[in-house]
C-alpha cells in the first residue's frame, strides 16, 4: 500500500526564518510526488511535482523540495517565510494514473 | 477560462435528503475526481472518471453516485445523506499526466 505522512500537523515560524515541512511516503513503485497548497476557504494549488530526473524540484512562492528515495522522503522548504505563506500544505504521492493519495495536512502559521 | 467550478459553496441537509453537488471543468480534461476533505485526514478519493460514460470508484465511495454524461461536467449525487457526509468536497479534473487543478470546494453540513 502507499500512503504520506506528515510529520507535525501545525508548524510555526517567524517571518524571514527557514520552513521546514516533512513529508514521508511509502510506494512499491518509483513515486510521484507533489505538494499542494491551500489558503483558507480555497482548492488546492499546485506548489510543485517530482516525476523523474533532478531530485531538487523548485516551485512558486520560493519553494522547493528534494526527493531522497534512500529515506523516501519529499521535504518541502523555503530558506525565508513571508506573512502570505500561512497556508496549509499537503503532500500527495500518485499511486496509479487515476488516483492520489494525501498527507494529513500541515497547517502553517508565520509570526510576525 | 473559468477553470473548475462547483456548486453550491454551501449545503445544509437534513439526514435522509438527497442532493447533487455540480462540478464543471471548461479544459477539456479527460480526468476528473471527486475528493471529500475532512480534518486530520488530508484528501480522499471519493470516485473518478477517465472520460465520457466511464467512472470508477476510489477509496471512499459507498453513499456517493458519479455520472459522466460529457466531457465537462461531472455530478457528485447523495442519495441519502447521513452526519458522516459532512465534510468539505473538492472536484478536481486534469489532462493526462498534467497538472490537477481543484475546484473551490462545497462545504456540506448533515444535521
Known amino acids: 500500500a502507499q500512503s504520506v505522512t506528515q510529520l507535525g500537523s501545525h508548524v510555526s515560524v517567524s517571518e524571514g526564518a527557514l520552513v521546514l515541512l516533512r513529508c514521508n511516503y511509502s510506494?512499491?513503485?518509483?513515486?510521484?510526488l507533489f505538494w499542494y497548497v491551500q489558503y483558507p476557504n480555497q482548492g488546492l494549488q499546485l506548489l510543485l511535482k517530482?516525476?523523474?530526473?533532478?531530485?531538487l524540484v523548485k516551485g512558486i512562492n520560493g519553494f522547493e523540495a528534494e526527493f531522497k528515495k534512500s529515506e523516501t522522503s519529499f521535504h518541502l522548504t523555503k530558506p525565508s517565510a513571508h506573512m502570505s505563506d500561512a497556508a496549509e500544505y499537503f503532500c500527495?504521492?500518485?499511486?496509479?494514473?487515476?488516483?492520489?493519495?494525501f498527507g494529513a495536512g500541515t497547517r502553517l502559521t508565520v509570526k510576525p | 477560462n473559468a477553470g473548475v467550478t462547483q456548486t453550491p459553496k454551501f449545503q445544509v441537509l437534513k439526514t435522509g435528503q438527497s442532493m447533487t453537488l455540480q462540478c464543471a471543468q471548461d479544459?477539456?480534461?479527460?480526468?476528473m475526481s471527486w475528493y471529500r476533505q475532512d480534518p486530520g485526514m488530508g484528501l480522499r478519493l471519493i470516485h473518478y472518471?477517465?472520460?465520457?460514460?466511464?467512472?470508477d470508484q476510489g477509496e471512499v465511495p459507498n453513499g456517493y453516485n458519479v455520472s459522466r454524461s460529457t466531457t465537462e461536467d461531472f455530478p457528485l449525487r447523495l442519495l441519502s445523506a447521513a452526519p458522516s457526509q459532512t465534510s468539505v468536497y473538492f472536484c478536481?479534473?486534469?489532462?493526462?499526466?498534467?497538472?490537477?487543478?481543484f475546484g473551490p470546494g462545497t462545504r456540506l453540513t448533515v444535521l
Open positions: 478536481a479534473s486534469r489532462a493526462g499526466g498534467g497538472e490537477q487543478f
Open positions: 510506494s512499491s513503485v518509483p513515486p510521484y
Open positions: 517530482y516525476t523523474t530526473g533532478a531530485t
Open positions: 500527495a504521492v500518485r499511486i496509479n494514473n487515476n488516483d492520489m493519495r
Open positions: 479544459m477539456n480534461h479527460e480526468y
Open positions: 472518471s477517465v472520460g465520457a460514460g466511464i467512472t
